[in-house]
Structure formats: structure tokens, C-alpha cells
T-cell receptor, first 112, second 113 residues
């Protein structure tokens, strides 16, 4: 089946620095790219998403970039805080209108 | 707002046992999903349902059955639990299928002895 590759699998950054997570997808028909944050013991929650008619979206300290030619999208967290420590999943819609394919996740550790 | 509930929260089974997990949502969403979460493997789709009485297989459907008895509920059955299996099963729902936010339940943690 189609894949979404997500890197890195583990990311350690110092507090107040930036963190970047990168994902690539296969299906050129994909047009919706959500990012979910999962804190320990909790369920995943949507933090930001981008559609294919945009190249950049920002919500406070979260920035998502989309490069449709390269089939690549990324999440950038600026001014990281310990509360940003969590698992992050990227996803891409499939050609099928009902499914998204998730990446394997990035475990972000923000060190004080 | 709405909520998704999953029962049970923890499920302990024996090898070969048939086990059923339940999910309820009050968002009035048409599309519902079952995912399996294993450490280091992200979220893998087992089954999804576009509407009441509809069932669609995901990439990981072998060894599972599902049932969408009504719009608000979606059940998953492990047909024969595998020894030493451990995973979290997450239920989700969405208003617009794969083009909008999915809301996740708290999960059912399965352990097979």
C-alpha cells in the first residue's frame, strides 16, 4: 500500500530552539495533510493541517510547509517548550476520499 | 463538542480467544475508523466505515472483523487473539472522511497471555 515516510523517529532539542519533522508521500493526488500530537497516555489530537492549495500555514509557533512537486511536507515548532514533548504523526490523504495514511511518528524530547 | 468512548479501556485475553472492542461517538459523524497502534509503527488502519452498515477493509484487516450497527457505534472483533500480542486499538470518527480532522477515542489496550 501507499506509504508516508516520517523522519526522524526520535528528536531531541534544547528548550527554546526549533524542531523540524519531515514527511514524504507517494500519491500525487493527496490533497490533505494533517499533523497530530499524542501525549503519553493520551489519544492523538490534530494540531495543524494544510491543504494542497497552500504552501505554508502557521498557527502560533507551529509552521507547516508543503512542497507538492517534491511530495514533501514538514512541521516546524519554533521556540520549543517542555510541554511540546510528545509523539507527532504526519498523515496524507489517499486517493480514496475516506482514508489518510499515517507516518510512523516522531518522538520529540524538549530538554530543559 | 462531542466525545468518543471506547470500551473496555484494558482487555486481557487468552491465545485463540475471540475478543470484541466497542466504540461510540456522539459527533453524528458518518465515517468511523479502527486503528492499531504498535510502538514504532505508527497508526495502521484495520477497518473503516463510511456510513451505517458499511464496512471497508484497511491494510491490516486480516484477523479482524468489524460491525457498524448504527451511525454512532463501530465494533471491532479480534477473531483469534495471538499469544504475547500487545497493542493499543484506537477508534476515530470524522465528518468529512479523509479530508478533515479525525477525532480519536482514548483507546483500548490489549494484552494476550
Amino acid at each position: 500500500g501507499e506509504q508516508v515516510e516520517q523522519l526522524p523517529s526520535i528528536l531531541r532539542v534544547q528548550e527554546r530552539s526549533s524542531a523540524s519533522i519531515n514527511c514524504t508521500y507517494e500519491n500525487s493526488a493527496s490533497n490533505y495533510f494533517p499533523w497530530y500530537k499524542q501525549e503519553p497516555g493520551e489519544n492523538p489530537k490534530l494540531i495543524i493541517d494544510i491543504r494542497s492549495n497552500m504552501e505554508r500555514k502557521q498557527i502560533q509557533g507551529l509552521i507547516v510547509l508543503l512542497d507538492k512537486k517534491a511530495k514533501r511536507f514538514s512541521l516546524h515548532i519554533t521556540d520549543t517548550q517542555p510541554a511540546d514533548s510528545a509523539m507527532y504523526f504526519c498523515a496524507a490523504s489517499e486517493g480514496n476520499a475516506y482514508k489518510v495514511i499515517f507516518g510512523k511518528g516522531t518522538h520529540l524530547h524538549v530538554l530543559p | 463538542g462531542g466525545i468518543i468512548t471506547q470500551t473496555p479501556k484494558f482487555l486481557i485475553g487468552q491465545e485463540g480467544q475471540k475478543l470484541t472492542l466497542k466504540c461510540q461517538q456522539n459527533f453524528n459523524h458518518d465515517t468511523m475508523y479502527w486503528y492499531r497502534q504498535d510502538s514504532g509503527k505508527g497508526l495502521r488502519l484495520i477497518y473503516y466505515s463510511i456510513t451505517e452498515n458499511d464496512l471497508q477493509k484497511g491494510d491490516l484487516s486480516e484477523g479482524y472483523d468489524a460491525s457498524r450497527e448504527k451511525k454512532s457505534s463501530f465494533s471491532l472483533t479480534v477473531t483469534s487473539a495471538q499469544k504475547n500480542e500487545m497493542a493499543v486499538f484506537l477508534c476515530a470518527s470524522s465528518l468529512l472522511g479523509g479530508h478533515a480532522e479525525q477525532f480519536f477515542g482514548p483507546g483500548t489496550r490489549l494484552t494476550v497471555l
